[in-house]
């Protein structure tokens, strides 16, 4: 009759097996995360323990005697093990996975010699004058492995203790339970024969389960946190002009360079841990798979910007399976200037080739015939267009060089009055009006300012179709770092195709715009960091907004 200890010691052995063979599934259903493998392989590891614990109960309780030492070196066999993987989960989760190489790894096992060792003594029929030695070869071995696996064992703790303390997403309770998942079962076999009702082992094995159930449904154990010295300092090169941020495997900041933390304002530190599409505005909507490619536009300490993006996997040493990196490095590399460049090289190419050309067309047929005074005027108006295209196109070329110095206060309240004064005393006909605050003063580019609004208004005014065109310039702080500047009027708006060249950033031989002006404000506007908008006025013309982006004094 089996007894009343032996009865719950079989509950909880099965119980302890049932809950570390669910973990252990769990895991290996993750194992494309770069650290469910080794979790896997130590949760396996003690369900093996549990599994022989709890066969061996059942076979001592019916009185099979012949396949106690199966089950007896099956315990055994596990609890050699047990060091072994769990040095290997460490590494990995902190890591340090290119220390676990497959070399260290097979060296280490070699502590379950003592295991087969045992076996052959057991079911061999040699006498006690051969297996005496062979046994005590067997304990001296496990005595030296055991030493080094337990050196090997307090550095894989102090790894996890180091990145608890470390990182803002481990938690010392994590790794406290993960901890005491792997040293229950040993430690609390010492009181084997002190528990009154069963053993320290099942304790053990059962609070194993408990611990490791806990750990993957409440913490990332299954991830892996590469520590930020380990993975950037030693693969990236620290003075890359580059923006450059490592990714954990939940897009959470491993570390960053300090080009990242200048460009998306972040302190030394203050980005780790950090959802990256927290930290970096304009990411939203962006897959960051390994390999990908592509450009974003990103809100930065220099306004928003243009950046063409690379994301390259991070790889243990020992492997080379591009599905599942420890870490993923994400390169951002400004390209706004460059695409402003082509841009303006594109427009200007245009210019040179079609209106200029165009025009002097226009003068060589005209030249035949200066004794005709309407040709000698179609002459000096055709001449004149073309020499106030070229005054356009060089003053455009020197405001965007200047808009590439370093930026200056600026008082954008005086910038409207400025450019509506200049109006309104060039035009007694037109109607310049302001709303705008007593004072709004921002970091940027004065004379910049005063050509683009410039442009605007003169557009507005040059195209009015009323003998009274009215344009209303005005002025609001939309956020702490961010203002609005508006030019409305009254006239037949801006051409949709006009706005679509704009949008689309290029031209061609057949789809061209018929100047520089909204190019030049275009450019002029992204340079300064901030967007330009347009849309319809209400009841008629359109309404020109500039948004930039600085924090305001």
Known sequence: MVSVTTLLTLVLEALASVILCRTTW????????????????????????????????VVSAVTVQFLEPAFDVAQFGALLFLPIAWI?????????????????????????????IGVIALVSDASKTVVGPLIGLAF?????????????????????????????????????????????????????????????????????????????????????????????????????????VVLDWDDHVLDHNEAAAELFGGSTGGMIGEPIRAVIDGLDGTELPTGATGTVALRTSKGRRRFQLSVSAVEEATTND????????V??????????????????????????????????????????????????????????????????????????????????????????????????????????????????HRTVLLRVLSELVENSLEHATTDSPRVELSLRAVADDTVEISVADDGPGIPERERDLLAGGTETQLEHGQGIGLWFVNWAVTQLGGEIRFRENDPEGSIVTIRLYSSIR
């Open 140 to 244: 001296g071995w496990t005595v030296l492995y055991g030493f080094v696996l337990f050196l090997y064992v307090l550095y894989a703790v102090y790894l996890l203790v180091d990145l608890s303390w470390g990182h803002p997403r481990v938690s010392v309770t994590q790794i406290t339970l993960l901890t005491a998942s792997v040293a229950a079962p040993s430690f609390l076999s010492v009181a084997e024969n002190n528990t009154p009702l069963v053993g320290g082992t099942t304790l053990g094995l059962l609070l194993s389960g408990v611990f490791l159930t806990a750990s993957i449904r409440r913490y990332p154990v299954l991830t892996g946190f590469p520590k930020a010295d380990y993975v950037a300092r030693t693969r990236v090169v620290e003075t890359l002009q580059e923006a450059l």
């Open 88 to 116: 290997v989960y460490a590494l990995s989760y902190a890591g340090r996975g290119i220390m676990a190489t497959r070399k260290r790894i097979v060296l280490l096992s070699g502590i379950v010699l003592p295991v087969v």
């Open 26 to 57: 769990r895991a290996y259903r993750s194992r494309e995360q770069p650290s469910a493998e080794p979790f896997a392989v130590l949760s396996a590891t003690l369900t093996v323990w549990a599994v022989s614990s709890l066969g061996a109960t």
């Open 322 to 329: 591009e599905d599942n990196p420890v870490a993923r490095t």
């Open 331 to 444: 390169l951002f590399r400004d390209i706004t200037d460059r695409e402003t460049r082509e841009q303006r090289l594109a427009v200007l190419n245009r210019i040179l080739r079609h209106n200029v050309r165009n025009d002097l067309d226009v003068v060589l047929a005209y030249a035949d015939h200066v004794d005709d005074e309407e040709l000698r005027t179609g002459i000096r108006e055709s001449t004149t267009n073309l020499l106030e295209l070229s005054n356009k196109v060089r003053e455009a070329e020197a405001v965007m060089t200047e808009s590439t110095d370093s930026p200056e206060s600026v008082d954008l309240t005086d910038v409207l009055s400025t450019v509506a004064d200049q109006f309104r005393s060039g035009s007694d006909s037109a109607d310049i009006s302001l709303a705008c605050p007593d004072e709004m003063v921002i970091l940027s």
